[in-house]
């Protein structure tokens, strides 16, 4: 069931996207990546049950309570999905380039408040709240922190085709009004732009004048290993596009007419 519809939407011979593997363990990490796709959004997605859970968001997150963002539930994406940053080539589903935007752990809360404050619930409370449409957690990343609510909006006859949720802040020590999600335009894994990703060649060698924030020390165990499998995969590309032969700088977006870029030359 899980990852079926992942892997209908996509042609695996020509995305750079991970395969649509549903894993044994799961973890309680979160990402928000950052799509530039028909139109720029953010991709909020919770490590559950084996798969990430996806949901788009146009206005991206916010640590503001008073901002409700819409976020339109998406189909399951593979948890190796986690560390994802490239681009997805014209013509693919979801094409544009893909930052990640925010990593960290989440943990579920209480469905209800004990003494006015949500308290550490279960992993069957959480998979209870996601089905009711009313998922409470706590988010521990860099960018994001403490309690949000994802709230399904009940659909109305002929309305909505029912994938429409609201990302909420609640509010805690970690709301802050105003909060504005464009504040953060790098990664957070290699502290590259959306450009920068999907942009030229240079954009593919290391901005040593930048220190990016892989090379500082993380504490946690996890975010070591994303890291260094981000870092290995990206000198892995370079090696493989500075193997290729040399040609024309390609625009953001190709245009109609341009070189087909060889196979062998594609990043993993
Ligand atoms: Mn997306």
Redesign the pocket.
């Known amino acids: 069931m899980a990852l079926e519809e992942y892997k209908r939407k996509r042609r695996f011979e020509e995305t750079p996207e991970p395969p649509p593997k549903v894993e044994k363990k799961s973890g309680n990490r979160f990402v928000v ?1 950052m ?1 530039d ?1 028909t139109r720029l ?1 953010y ?1 909020f997605r919770l490590e559950m049950d084996g798969v990430l859970k996806s949901w ?1 968001v146009p206005k991206g997150p916010s640590l503001d309570p008073a901002d409700k963002r819409l976020a339109m539930q ?1 189909e399951d994406h593979p948890v190796s999905y986690f560390d994802f940053e490239g681009t997805i080539p014209e013509g693919n589903y ?1 094409a544009g380039t ?1 930052m990640v935007w925010e990593v960290g752990t989440w943990q579920p809360l209480s469905p209800v408040p004990v003494n006015g404050k949500y308290v550490p619930g279960t992993p069957v409370e959480a998979r209870e709240m996601l089905a009711k449409g009313d998922l409470k957690f706590r988010l521990n990343g860099k960018r994001l922190k403490g309690d949000f609510a994802l709230v399904h909006i009940k659909s109305r006859r002929g309305g909505s085709k029912g994938n429409e949720w609201l990302l909420i802040k609640k509010k805690d020590d970690f709301a802050e009004p105003g909060f504005n999600a464009e504040q953060f335009d790098t990664s957070i894994l290699t502290n590259r732009t959306l450009d920068e990703i999907g942009g030229d060649q240079r954009s593919k060698e290391w901005h040593s004048d930048r220190p990016a924030s892989t090379r500082t020390k993380p504490k946690a165990a996890w975010l070591a290993d994303t890291l260094a499998r981000v870092e290995k995969k990206r000198r892995r590309a370079i090696t493989a596009e500075n193997a290729a032969p040399s040609r024309a700088r390609k625009p953001r977006r190709s245009s109609t007419g341009a070189k087909k870029k060889p196979r062998s030359s594609r990043a993993t």
């Open positions: 990546q799509h796709a959004h991709d788009a998406v979801g893909v």
